[in-house]
């Protein structure tokens, strides 16, 4: 499976051939050959902007001109580093996100495919996706991304009404957008995700279900459904602090969220995540070991990642950040071969809580199988099978637990976060009164 | 009380005198030479010295009980009261005339803004008048009805009051209430019409108002400019010539009249005393009628304003007393003091404080108890009006029960307490106490009374036990440019006040006279008053007793259980509007939950009010993927760990803030 560095170059080509093979798969069940430590996602950053959307917070700059080669040699090199501080043998997915990683030219993206390819083993069948703006993405750089490695598209259109798009600050149209998701299933079929909006400024229940049905006729089989958060420091949340534009109603984005998940079932989607849904298998498996608390390793400024840094001697997960702002972190990568600025050593506890609130995001939720892997002393059953308040959960039918494992019903999916202020506490409960037992393995 | 402002304020001056070599001018005659050592030299320094330090001593004998005089001051807020008292200081020689003598007592902002004054500082006061050496005592009273016994505790040490009143603004509410405390003391009343200088002064509309609404004849009102020193002289005169001396006997054993005191932490308590019989020296055994504790006297003296040691003080005399006491409640405005063994029939009207108005006060943060509680200890020192009872609430944590003289007392001390000790309180709505007369036989032999007073909402006795439920009411009194009568008319009758007079003072002005339920003027009806007059209204209430009120008990429930916080007492008229308020401003601060809160204010089983906060229906994050993952359990633990800080009422979380929405006091908008 991986492959030599003589034949780096090649593995795009490979890895095409590949893509037909794996997609029959399922996600989330790919076959672990090498152990969990020695497995990990990757994710890269591109913080470039074209311009600014109104309700992003997100680490982006919207640069004069972008030294591209810099950028370039700068993400080869971190990614090289941190996969050798990780001791990671297989990356199984890579996931270019942004900023708006499509203004990145195809080169870019093939030479940090192929330093991964080199550094480790990339099998030919890894998701690798790309985040893509509509306006910055005609059908032909589409293909050469295509060409560079790229296997999988995630659409940012965010909604289908341009009175909308120029509310958000978009700079593309409703028929740009569909113009680019034709071009992309054309090019990547079965590979697409869009993503679409709800909960906006004066937005209503009936015209953005409307949206969502026309989306459904001309989408592929991945469709993320996001609720607007208005968060501070954008244009938005000014605007509606000025009181120059309406508050979302609450009320009104949960009617559009629980309306849009009965729709996409209906269409025969399955709503693997609170916001992402899927049919003929075509789950994001990057964004499953997120879910899953598998090792991740974020490349370029301001990215996150989570792993063990085994190649330098380390046995404790991390959680690391890198520096936020581009100059300052290509300054540092070129020094130190790489920009991390945090790293936070995760302790036992808080590893199991992160698996508790990332896993219950799944329609799967927390199997023990899963759970177990993280701590094989405690069940599900000895945490959270006696408390009165989780029985309570249970009984309300927000929460599930049986012979599977812990999971969210289709309600108490929508109400997650109240359902974890009971579940966290009674998980640090059990955890204080665990008896002590030898450090287990792993 | 709070005599900080006044006392400090003279001292200093006095100070400022002594060191200008002025001081002797205070001391006329030879009688009041000190006993030894020369005046400059000897003169105390400050209070805080000890007594030993002070050599110099004045002989009171001299002084014919012919010629002393007991007088008070006595006006609305910002009439001229302390400019008045300044000047009568400097015509007497007490304090100096070159200084820049502007009154600055009322310091605290509560005090300008709600017409309260800091009571003037007594002082005694020696003038030469057709060639006779008088001995004029000017007697504090505090400047509100709220302390109406304190005023008429010292104004039964006086046989005259000065009755300021602007030549501007006329009478006013306070005036009015003070002139019948003057009048039912049956007191010779001088009125004063003050700031004659001022540009729009129409002492004769004002004249026609005294005589009008004081029968007063107007040609006994004095015009004077007490900021120009206009006509004072002829005010001191109008003390001796109007004013009868006091009717006491030297022969008698002591009988003396406390009527302020204060604490000093250095010396113990202070106590103004008013000798009405006999004498009392250094080191005699006292007692006091209320509490039967006897004491040594250390020290005694007159106020000239600052302390000034005498041997002895004679009946007919105004001074102070030091007497190891450690305690203000040891010295009990009103309370009688006498030589041990020699006892006397207290002098009339002693009553110890009785609070009118409650309120919880609670720390705004537990880890600030300590603190708080050592605040509201120093400054109880100085107020024995103030009741303090530990109390303790599931939701706002462990605080006192305060009770208050009335309303301006408990905005007064709320502010010291925040000005002076930097001290962040919770004060929750203030209640009045309200009262039932039992005919349950069973509660009557528990209680061991037939009447008993309700504080707390949760004693409250069921109708069934009970023969009826009486309220504290308040006669009002409220003096308005008539163009705003029919709106605080409307504002009385909202406030379930009868009307019992109204009369036009002049041609443009109406004085209403309201009996109020004591609770319906509590919280904010000075400010809405005050509002819609555009300020020109003032207001001034009395005590005026109990009246029969249909009272019952409201519970606030949350999805069927009562939360213990929220009980409360209310008339039956108003348990709709204020049930509905109650559940309106929980509504708006009880955060969603996973389920539906039914929140209810309920008369026994009968539901007045509801209102609903709606379950979750999203509460998750959108995007979380490898980036958000830190942020979003960082804050669901943060969450987590509030969450258990918060009050279970049944199934629902109340958050401290929802109850301290619903408590504190705040006016309605």
Redesign the interface.
Known sequence: MALPGARARSWAAAARMAQRRRHAQGAGESPSLAPRSQRA?L?VHWPYCEKRCCYCNFNKYIPRGVEEAAMRSCLVTEAQTLLRLSGVRRVESVFFGGGTPSLASPRTVAAVLEAVAQATCLPADSEVTLEVNPTSAPGSRLAAFGAAGVNRLSIGLQSLDDTELRLLGRTHSASNALRTLAEARHLFPGRVSVDLMLGLPAQQVGPWLGQLRELLRHCDDHIS???L?LERGTTLFTQVQQNALPAPD??I???M??EGRAVLREAGFRQYE??NFARNGALSTH?WT??QCGQ?L?VGP?????FMPQGAGGYIRE?R?QTLEPDNWMKEVMLCGHGTRKR?PLGEL?LL??VL??GL?TDVGITHQHWQQFEPQLTLWDVFGASTEVK??RE?G?LLLDHRGLRCSWEG?????????IL??QLQEAWQQRTPSPVPGG | MWTLAGRGWWRGRALAASATGAAHRGLPGPHLMPSGGSAAECRAPDRLCSSADRKEKIDMSGFPVENIRNFSIIAHVDHGKSTLADRLLELTGTIDKTKNNRQVLDKLQVERERGITVKAQTASLFYNYEGKQYLLNLIDTPGHVDFSYEVSRSLSACQGVLLVVDANEGIQAQTVANFFLAFEAQLSVIPVINKIDLKNADPERVEKQIEKVFDIPSDECIKISAKLGINVESVLQAVIERIPPPKVHRKNPLRALVFDSTFDQYRGVIANVALFDGVVSQGDKIASAHTHKTYEVNEIGILNPNEQQTHKLYAGQVGYLIAGMKDVTEAQIGDTLYLHKQPVEPLPGFKSAKPMVFAGMYPVDQSEYNNLKSALEKLTLNDSSVTVHRDSSLALGAGWRLGFLGLLHMDVFNQRLEQEYNASVILTTPTVPYKAVLSSAKLIKEYREKEITIINPAQFPDKSKVKEYLEPVVLGTIITPDEYTGKIMMLCQARRAVETDMMFIDQNRVMLKYLFPLNEIVVDFYDSLKSLSSGYASFDYEDAGYQTAELVKMDILLNGNIVEELVTVVHKDKAHSVGKAICERLKDSLPR???EIAIQAAIGSKIIARETV?A????????????D??R??KL??R??EG??KLRKVG?VEVPKDAFIKVLKTQSNK
């Open positions: 996602a994710y459904l996001y609720q958060s609450p009320e984005a949960a009617e969220y629980q609170v916001s964004n997120y879910w991740y974020g301001g990215a996150h990642g989570r959680a950040i936070v808080e809580e992160e609130a990332m995001r309570v959960l309300q927000f999916l929508a109400v997650l976060d109240s359902l974890l202020l966290l506490p | 939950q996973l389920f709606k979750y229906r999203k509460n998750v994050l959108a995007k979380c993927y490898g980036g993952i830190t979003k359990m669901l633990k969450q987590a969450k258990k199934n």
